[in-house]
């Protein structure tokens, strides 16, 4: 004897009244968490319920009542989701597109359509019926795979679709922004920043005004870099990022003073903080103080020892102060670690230190 959960019973229930009373009222938002319960009664198959929401599709069909019949009918829905669940994939995609000919806007089964694309491999098509289904989450949940498996422009459609889906939520624009950042695409990551500090909203949280305050500063756009970090600050006077950024921002502009300041303050907050550790020693190095500087860089190695940059930046002062061995030795390491390095092995060239 089939033993069904009471709230699989309640489900087939409202399934029931609503196909053969046409009452909209009955109408349940259905998700997948929902068309799956309903896919799976207990003891049954996926098989076994996708005959069973078969049947109950058919009478409702062809029975003479109008009010029997709707279009949006949940008898049809768990049938696709049924056979979803058994891996049917083409057959669930049939049935899908049936019902969006008859309303192609219903977001429960653009939903579904999107879940049996994406299992088929049919990425963007997939994105598509998500966006069009108002589908945030999986958007984003699917973007954070997709750049994890460094598909990075199937990334970007599906982050973009989320953006377009909800361009009040931090997680797509961050995600977007953050994802060019980490590719090196400073140009692409800019016009996303700027997106999000337009709306001068905590809701964008964070990142934007960090990180644009940073581009603006290497691109020499120094009024812009302190206005962001200014903006940034206003609405989070503590926060590392921001002060981290704000601390780059005078070191390049030439206020190394101010820099030295901020970067303390900032590393007696956060000592790992690779950025602020090695602004600080790139700030005594634009000071002219360069035993400051390669002390500074010194501190930074003992954190952060394969930190390429960070050895260069100590070569270059032990060179000015006539410490060619140590110089010699930092340049050298660098290629160990990456000898691709131009930039060192130009140093070791020059100070007669090649093997």
Same mark, same amino acid.
């Given at each position: 004897?089939?033993?069904?959960?009471?709230?699989?019973?309640?489900?087939?229930?409202?399934?029931?009244?609503?196909?053969?009373?046409?009452?909209?009222?009955?109408?349940?938002?259905?998700? $997948?968490?929902?068309?799956?319960?309903?896919?799976?009664?207990?003891?049954?198959?996926?098989?076994?319920?996708?005959?069973?929401?078969?049947?109950?599709?058919?009478?409702?069909?062809?029975? /003479?009542?109008?009010?029997?019949?709707?279009? &949006?009918?949940?008898?049809?829905?768990?049938?696709?989701?049924?056979? *979803?669940?058994?891996? =049917? *994939?083409?057959?669930?995609?049939?049935?899908?597109?049936?019902?969006?000919?008859?309303?192609?806007?219903?977001?429960?089964?653009?939903?579904?359509?999107?879940?049996?694309?994406?299992?088929?491999?049919?990425?963007?098509?997939?994105?598509?019926? $998500?966006?069009?289904?108002? =589908? &945030?989450?999986?958007?984003? /949940?699917?973007?954070?795979?997709?750049?994890?498996?460094?598909?990075?422009?199937?990334?970007?459609?599906?982050?973009?679709?989320?953006?377009?889906?909800?361009?009040?939520?931090?997680?797509? $624009?961050?995600?977007?922004?953050?994802?060019?950042?980490?590719?090196?695409?400073?140009?692409?990551?800019?016009?996303?920043?700027?997106?999000?500090?337009?709306?001068?909203?905590?809701?964008?949280?964070?990142?934007?005004?960090? *990180?644009?305050?940073?581009?603006?500063?290497?691109?020499?756009?120094? /009024?812009?870099?302190?206005?962001?970090?200014?903006?940034?600050?206003?609405?989070?006077?503590?926060?590392?990022?921001?002060?981290?950024?704000?601390?780059?921002?005078?070191?390049?502009?030439?206020?190394?003073?101010?820099?030295?300041?901020?970067?303390?303050?900032?590393?007696?907050?956060?000592?790992?903080?690779?950025?602020?550790?090695? *602004?600080?020693? $790139?700030? &005594?190095?634009?000071?002219?103080?360069?035993?400051?500087?390669?002390?500074?860089?010194?501190?930074?190695?003992?954190?952060?020892?394969?930190?390429?940059?960070?050895? &260069?930046?100590?070569?270059?002062?032990?060179?000015?102060?006539?410490?060619?061995?140590?110089?010699?030795?930092?340049?050298?390491?660098?290629?160990?670690?990456?000898?691709?390095?131009?930039?060192?092995? /130009?140093?070791?060239?020059?100070?007669?230190?090649?093997?």
């Amino acid at each position: 004897m089939i033993r069904i959960r009471f709230f699989d019973l309640l489900m087939m229930i409202c399934v029931l009244m609503f196909t053969f009373t046409g009452n909209p009222l009955i109408s349940l938002r259905l998700n $997948w968490t929902n068309t799956r319960a309903l896919s799976n009664l207990a003891g049954v198959s996926s098989l076994s319920a996708v005959n069973l929401f078969a049947e109950l599709e058919s009478d409702t069909e062809t029975n /003479d009542n109008p009010t029997r019949i709707n279009r &949006y009918s949940l008898t049809s829905i768990p049938v696709v989701a049924a056979e *979803y669940t058994a891996r =049917h *994939y083409l057959a669930a995609l049939d049935r899908a597109n049936l019902l969006l000919s008859q309303d192609g806007s219903n977001p429960v089964v653009l939903a579904l359509k999107g879940d049996i694309l994406w299992k088929m491999h049919e990425t963007l098509p997939a994105i598509e019926a $998500w966006k069009r289904a108002g =589908h &945030y989450q999986q958007l984003v /949940d699917a973007a954070k795979f997709l750049a994890r498996e460094k598909q990075f422009l199937l990334a970007q459609s599906a982050w973009e679709a989320a953006v377009q889906v909800d361009p009040d939520d931090l997680r797509a $624009w961050a995600g977007l922004g953050s994802m060019f950042w980490n590719q090196g695409d400073v140009g692409a990551a800019k016009r996303v920043f700027e997106a999000m500090v337009a709306k001068n909203s905590r809701s964008m949280g964070n990142l934007p005004y960090a *990180y644009l305050g940073i581009i603006y500063a290497e691109q020499g756009l120094f /009024d812009e870099a302190n206005r962001v970090v200014e903006m940034g600050l206003a609405l989070w006077p503590r926060d590392i990022l921001i002060r981290t950024s704000q601390g780059i921002a005078l070191a390049r502009s030439g206020e190394e003073t101010q820099a030295i300041v901020v970067l303390k303050q900032v590393l007696l907050d956060e000592p790992m903080n690779r950025d602020a550790c090695y *602004y600080l020693g $790139w700030a &005594y190095e634009r000071q002219g103080d360069d035993l400051q500087a390669i002390h500074q860089y010194s501190l930074c190695l003992d954190r952060f020892p394969s930190d390429i940059y960070i050895r &260069y930046g100590l070569g270059l002062a032990f060179t000015r102060q006539g410490r060619i061995a140590e110089a010699c030795e930092q340049f050298l390491r660098i290629l160990e670690i990456d000898p691709t390095f131009q930039g060192a092995e /130009d140093r070791l060239r020059e100070l007669g230190g090649m093997p």
